[in-house]
């Protein structure tokens, strides 16, 4: 779901120090944005996402506060009819005629995070990972579970999504299949879970930042990262309304993507050597 609460990481401790040059790069970045459309309307999450194969999430959350602290950008808060989430939409300032703009954008934010159909793409998504490993002679040890190996995770309430083994490696995934970044809290006790249950962990994520990679990857596992949000087939005409008007990476699968896999496999090929 679309909840605007803003994961905010790093920042600086003092007034006076030296602005971090990827804000400022991501500040000119949105500046280019809204100079080629004085009249565009976005929100926070949209804006987050568009910009993310070159700023993390948050480094784009500092350089909005920047812009509406000089007064470059405008906005406001929209709440979604379940309301218990709402909408920061940002525009320049003396943009009067915005509300057909955001009532339509409202619409589709509204269509795309009601609950039922989220929680069916994020299962949808699991089961796609899944049924793919399997095809490649990977064998299912668990789904939604918390036990490997005759061990239960106790110390939090978590699950892994699914367990598979191949050769002797046993992999702990997590397949999230969202817009926002998992929370680095989450990701630690992921990882956590699975050194306790001696399983690799392999998280299969829309998108993250490379610093939660480095975690997954330090504790010698995989980031599988596939850019475009999974909606199940039968939701074709929403996929292209979000694509076409909030330009945002979605796409209806009915598979994952052959070489995508490949890569995966690749990699555990790897791990079988060592």
Wanted: proline content about 5%; glycine content about 8%.
């Amino acid at each position: 779901m679309e909840f605007e609460d803003e994961f905010w990481e790093g920042e600086p401790d003092a007034p006076e120090q030296r602005p971090d040059p990827a804000v400022v790069r991501a500040a000119e970045a949105i500046r280019a944005i809204f100079a080629a459309q004085p009249r565009g309307v976005l929100y926070v999450r949209q804006l987050e996402v568009m910009l993310e194969k070159e700023f993390f999430h948050w480094v784009t959350d500092f350089a909005i506060r920047d812009l509406t602290e000089v007064g470059y950008l405008a906005s406001e808060y929209v709440s979604l009819p379940s309301g218990d989430s709402r909408l920061r939409f940002l525009f320049r300032p003396g943009h009067r005629f915005r509300k057909r703009q955001v009532k339509s954008a409202v619409e589709l934010v509204k269509r795309y995070s009601e609950p039922v159909f989220a929680k069916a793409c994020g299962q949808y998504a699991q089961t796609l990972f899944l049924h793919a490993l399997l095809k490649r002679g990977f064998n299912l040890k668990g789904e939604n579970t918390r036990w490997h190996s005759g061990r239960e995770w106790k110390e939090t309430g978590h699950d892994l999504d699914f367990v598979v083994e191949r050769d002797g490696i046993a992999y702990g995934c997590e397949v999230k299949n969202r817009l926002e970044y998992m929370s680095r809290e989450k990701v630690g006790v992921k990882i956590r879970m699975c050194e306790f249950l001696g399983v690799k962990p392999v998280f299969i994520v829309r998108a993250a930042p490379k610093t939660y990679n480095f975690m997954v990857f330090e504790k010698g596992g995989y980031a599988w990262i596939y850019e475009a949000q999974i909606y199940p087939p039968g939701h074709e005409g929403l996929a292209e309304s979000v694509q076409t008007s909030l330009g945002l990476p979605v796409v209806c699968s009915y598979g994952i993507p052959s070489g995508m896999v490949d890569r995966f496999l690749k990699w555990h090929g790897r791990q079988v050597k060592r």
